[in-house]
């Protein structure tokens, strides 16, 4: 694919080169809006309107809402006031939402003066929600029918009204105050006879969500229930909006990518990668790397309070690396697999007890493999092979079961920190290795020399 969008790049810069006008055209319109979106982003920006203007109308509204927020705004910038009406007539409520959340205020002034009065008001609607919720990830343009209406008069309607709407693949049946009681799919109304009254057709149980829900539960529930479109009601129950599954992907991918970032130890960006700067990568990597430097120092300490233990067997020191980076994986399993399990619902506060016993239990599994296979490599290896005379049963056995303990700890504590995280109103992914390494380095340490400690006598 990255071939083919660079030797489309290649073709039309050097149509656009040599002025063939005619030829870009209709390489262009025989193209994904998509597809078009990334060779625009990889195009030089001087070229980038004249490219854009040779694409029709609705294709280049489709074009624009793919493009990345730097590439619209230097659009935007460009157009006159009626290119920029042309394509704000021709986005969809939701997409111009986007943008308008994106651009700077002087540019989004602009934007709202060449929209009409209703779509304003639409946008002003939805603009009123808080992020995250469904209200500010639904559109309201879609496809309302009334229950005494006939088959064939829904048809007209959807004709009449249909163009203007992000989806007809399944209507709404509302009273006249908006009321959602019923859903329709185009198939059911294909499939029925001309004369059959929708209230005796429609679906009347219907899953809809409130304006306020939060946008992870409809994503979630886009997976459960394999819909096209959910249906966004207010506190009455009245129809306000639908969001569409293309809008549930993009909210999948935003939160995954959030989430990955968050575990890794950095603060959010909606930015690509190669689009963000040195200097905020820095301010979003900086912050944490520091806490979790000043956090690290605890390890330090305990290694400095038993140096008289260290100094007495020497060869502890040299196995540190090992407990510490093998509980910080346990530890990552566990998180990883709890986070997840939250985010997909599969998991609730309320199965804590549950979940700590069932990873308590793999713990005491993977421990007892771990701490004889590495007692086996300890004897072979390290002391008949290597010939390394430190390494006595009694040390290798301190050595292991240190490492059983560690495990069943940082596995224990994997689990239970994303779980008091969502318990306190925090996101789970902020508590995923980064924090839980730094835990279990230091409780793996305490571990260590308490065990060396009883065992040894040192």
């Known amino acids: ?43 030089e920006h001087e070229k980038l309107p004249r490219l854009f203007r040779l694409l029709p109308k609705e294709l280049a509204a489709e074009t624009f809402v793919e493009m990345d927020s730097d590439a619209q705004e230097l659009l935007i910038r460009g157009f006159s006031d009626h290119e920029l009406k042309e394509v704000v007539d021709e986005l969809y409520v939701d997409d111009a939402v986007d943008l308008v959340e994106e651009m700077p205020a002087n540019v989004v002034k602009r934007i709202l003066k060449q929209a ?15 992020d995250d919720c469904a209200g500010s990830i639904m559109t309201t343009e879609y496809v309302s029918l009334r229950p005494h209406m006939t088959v064939e008069e829904a048809f007209k309607r959807i004709r009449r009204t249909g163009i203007d709407k992000e989806t007809i693949y399944t209507c709404y049946v509302t009273e006249e105050d908006r009321r959602l009681i019923g859903i329709l799919s185009i198939r059911t109304l294909l499939l029925a006879e001309e004369d059959d009254v929708l209230s005796e057709i429609m679906e009347s149980n219907v899953i809809a969500v409130s304006t306020m829900e939060d946008q992870e539960t409809v994503v979630q529930m886009f997976a459960k229930y394999s819909f096209m479109a959910l249906p966004v009601v207010d506190t009455e129950g ?95 399993q566990s998180s990883t697999a709890v986070i997840r399990s939250l985010s997909l619902g599969e998991v609730h506060l309320s199965d804590w007890l549950q979940v700590v016993w069932k990873e308590m239990r793999v713990a005491i599994l993977c421990g007892a493999t771990l701490a004889t296979c590495n007692f086996v490599k300890l004897m072979i290896v390290d002391a008949w092979i290597m010939q390394n005379g430190a390494i006595t049963p009694l040390v290798a056995f301190v050595i292991c079961l240190t490492l059983m303990f560690t495990v069943v700890c940082a ?6 920190l994303p779980m008091l995280a969502s318990r306190i109103g925090f996101d789970p992914a902020v508590m995923a290795t980064p924090f839980i390494s730094t835990i279990v380095d230091t409780v793996s340490l305490l571990i260590y020399f308490q065990i060396a400690r009883l065992i040894l006598h040192i």
């Open 238 to 332: 009245r129809l306000v909006g639908i969001v569409t599954i293309d809008d549930a992907m993009e909210v999948m991918q935003e939160e995954a990518t959030e989430d990955f970032e968050k575990m890794a130890g950095m603060t959010p960006t909606d930015k690509p990668y190669l689009r963000t700067g040195v200097v905020e990568t820095f301010k979003a990597r900086a912050p944490w790397l520091l806490i979790l430097m000043l956090s690290a120092t605890f390890t330090g300490l305990i290694i400095t309070g038993f140096e008289d233990s260290l100094a007495a067997f020497v060869v502890l020191t040299a196995f540190i690396p090992m407990l510490t980076g093998t509980g910080g994986n346990s530890g990552t």
């Open 411 to 416: 596995k224990t504590v994997g689990c239970m």
């Open 116 to 130: 009409d009065p209703e779509m304003r008001k639409m946008i002003n609607e939805i603009l009123k929600y808080p």
């Open 1 to 43: 694919m990255a071939e083919r969008v660079v030797t489309l790049e290649s073709t039309l810069s050097t149509l656009l080169e040599e002025r063939k006008y005619s030829s870009l055209r209709d390489i262009l319109i025989t193209m994904n809006a998509s597809d078009i979106a990334a060779i625009f982003d990889e195009i």
